[in-house]
């Protein structure tokens, strides 16, 4: 295992904190659901993705903090802080955009759809008819499924799922067995929808809905026969869930994982959410069960859970109040029915995602399953769903006796459960499944194929900056590469080698690949850069990434910078690199761009004394991608194809002046508006540059 040492070459303020600019990320997000010119029902979602995003914060980047509280670890990150110092101010800064995000829903958003036809009727709203309604569905749809537990000796607290929605309820009265349990806990099982439809005669307007707290608030009385209902309060709590599996002392990890799963749901809680109307009483109560403080209470006006309201959108059919229908285009390179090899052969083919349709990508698994001359496929999996049509090809060229090698990744967090079943299914028809390297996560995106042609055997490869998911490939903005470049394919089949096999890592010609030579090459094709502009001559660097926190390459660009490199990033979410500073990083400017799409891409750019070298790669600029996983970077070698990068991939996103913020030297973002220049949207502008016409 290649051992990496960090270095601090520049004192601890130089560096911003990894935690905080997560949560300055979801601020850009929640901003989205502010603006005014975006559609309604698009910034319904945007509340709902931050309440998403903050999940996930919560059950992994807090989850670890608190970790490392209860173990009293008093060592400092990069930037300074120890565990306890950045717990507060991520709990002060948490609760923030957690008030915020209510308030404009509650002020804002729900009344302006309201407006529009679109009600979410509250209980004091309801009519007669209404109520007759509601209360039917509760005796048909949930009392069936509902299983009130009262809290006495026989009855402790119950095991409380991750994220799920539960109930406290307050009683007073005595049961059918005599005994005067104070509280129950009726938690709603995950098969009954969070948010209701009325019919529309009944509700009045277009779209009526009630929420299924509200319905179980309004008849939970009924759930307890002859006592009385003092209260009842809606409740969530959040767990950690990063899986504790130590790879290298198991022998099956497969089998780990699978018993290791259950265990997420009930993992140690960091967060409880409650509803503001719940009692001081049953707050302290629930804390208590949950071995939380204050600081980890979050008090909301609402549900507790936003993230059940993404689907409302989708419900609800007013065009007029969503995103434009966007269909992607197909390159040109790919004439429909056309064999792939043979466009493949004639030229480099690039993709960019959602712009450009993730139809080819299907396409050439699909004829390469079913074409007699290909003899073998090899393929990483990282994400690829739970329906996968790319797996279903795996599946029929390994039953048709082609020699199928699937490398799975069954880390990848919170898609283990369906890696798995994958696995499965492909070893039960002969596929050769491997799990990777041990200790490290297979985070490469990489499509072999072998095919008997005139003159011997003949690679062609796909290589992606992103997943093998038709679904992500809509959202998500993504670069892919087919080629048959013989240089290239020769590497990718070094790479499936030591993935599948033993042996030293040999020297590739044009990939760069994690944990070996990536980290380095970055760094190196960094300092070139420098020197370059020591000698006085042009020097520039572009990358675009989701995140920028490993130290050795922040060293390298405050290097950079002061030698006079141009440098510019576009980073999604966090970046611990200060930008701006006064005879550090003068020269280094940073933005983000949040947009309709997810901004996914990983691309490099080096001027090279004008070579203009440009890569695409799996790999963000941090530890765990660069010393922790399998990753590839690949070049873009047909001019065309590289023009097309920098155009598409970065100039397009350095004029963005409508959807991009650009970061200070705090790490505070300020969106990018310019009254006197022409508008930019980079995300806008590539929909009508490539979309379908």
């Not at 005014?36 to 309440?51: A, D, N, Q, T």
Request: charged share 25%; hydrophobic share 40%; proline share 5%.
């Amino acid at each position: 295992m290649p051992i990496h040492t960090m270095t601090h070459r520049f004192p601890t303020e130089n560096y911003l904190n990894r935690e905080l600019g997560l949560l300055a990320f979801n601020r850009r997000v929640l901003a989205q659901a502010e603006d005014e010119r975006m559609p309604l029902l698009e910034r319904l979602r945007f509340l709902c993705i931050v309440s998403s995003n903050m999940d996930e914060f919560f059950e992994i980047r807090v989850s670890g903090l608190k970790e490392q509280i209860r173990a009293q670890a008093s060592v400092a990150t990069i930037d300074g802080k120890t565990a306890q110092e950045t717990f507060r101010l991520v709990s002060a800064e948490a609760h923030a955009i957690v008030t915020e995000q209510y308030l404009h829903l509650n002020d804002v958003i729900l009344p302006a759809l309201a407006e529009r036809g679109i009600r979410f009727l509250r209980r004091s709203t309801w009519n007669e008819a209404q109520r007759e309604w509601i209360r039917n569905y509760f005796i048909r749809e949930m009392v069936p499924v509902l299983t009130p537990i009262g809290l006495d000796p026989s009855h402790p607290f119950p095991r409380v799922l991750n994220k799920s929605l539960n109930f406290a309820v307050e009683l007073e009265g005595k049961d059918a067995f005599g005994r005067s349990s104070n509280i129950a806990i009726v938690q709603a099982p995950r098969v009954l929808p969070r948010v209701i439809r009325l019919p529309e005669e009944l509700a009045g307007v277009e779209y009526g809905f009630v929420f299924l707290s509200s319905i179980l608030h309004e008849f939970v009385n009924e759930l307890f026969t002859g006592m009385t209902v003092l209260g009842c309060y809606q409740f969530r709590a959040t767990r950690n869930s990063d899986l504790f599996v130590d790879e290298e002392e198991v022998t099956n990890l497969r089998t780990k994982l699978q018993g290791e799963l259950p265990q997420r749901h009930f993992g140690n809680a960091v967060r409880l959410e409650v509803a503001d109307n719940c009692s001081p009483a049953i707050t302290e109560f629930l804390l208590s069960q949950f071995g939380l403080q204050a600081a980890d209470l979050y008090r909301v006006h609402g549900p507790v859970n936003l993230v059940r309201l993404m689907q409302v959108p989708d419900w609800v059919d007013r065009p007029d109040m969503k995103f434009r229908p966007f269909v992607p285009g197909t390159p040109k390179g790919l004439p429909k029915g056309a064999n792939i090899f043979d466009s493949i052969r004639k030229g480099d083919i690039l993709l960019h995602h959602p712009y450009q349709s993730f139809a080819p990508v299907i396409e050439l698994l699909n004829q390469a399953a079913t074409d007699p001359s290909v003899v073998a496929i090899k393929m990483t999996v990282y994400r690829t769903g739970t329906d996968s049509v790319l797996m279903q090809s795996l599946l029929r060229a390994a039953q048709s006796g082609k020699e199928v090698t699937v490398v799975v990744e069954l880390m990848a967090r919170f898609d283990e459960e369906a890696n798995i079943v994958w696995a499965t299914k492909l070893e039960e028809v002969g596929a050769h499944v491997v799990y990777g390297v041990v200790g490290y996560k297979t985070h490469a995106k990489a499509l072999l194929i072998v095919r008997r042609e005139e003159g011997g055997l003949k690679r062609y490869a796909h290589l992606g900056t992103g997943n093998y998911h038709p679904r992500t490939a809509r959202m998500y903005s993504d670069f892919g590469l087919m080629t048959a470049n013989e240089e290239i394919t020769h590497d990718v089949s070094e790479v499936f080698k030591q993935l599948t096999g033993l042996g030293k890592a040999r020297t590739l010609k044009h990939l760069w690949q994690a944990p070996f030579t990536l980290q380095p090459n970055v760094v190196a094709a960094i300092q070139a850069e420098a020197e370059a502009a020591r000698a006085g001559q042009k020097a520039r660097i572009v990358g675009k990434m989701n995140s920028l926190v490993e130290p050795e390459v922040i060293n390298a660009l405050y290097e950079a910078s002061q030698a006079g490199v141009d440098i510019n990033l576009i980073v999604r979410g966090v970046c611990m690199l200060r930008p701006g500073v006064p005879g550090l990083s003068e020269k280094i400017r940073v933005r983000s761009i949040i947009g309709r799409f997810l901004e996914h891409h990983r691309i490099m750019y080096f001027y090279a004394g004008g070579k203009e070298n440009v890569y695409l790669s799996s790999a963000d600029w941090m530890d765990r991608n660069f010393f922790k996983r399998i990753e590839l970077a690949f070049p873009v070698l047909d001019p065309k194809l590289k023009k097309r990068v920098i155009t598409e991939g970065l100039k397009f996103y350095l004029a963005d002046n409508q959807q991009g913020w650009d970061m200070n030297s705090q790490g505070s973002y300020q969106r990018r508006r310019s009254s006197r220049s022409k508008p930019h949207n980079a995300q806008g502008e590539l929909m009508l540059t490539l979309g379908s016409s």
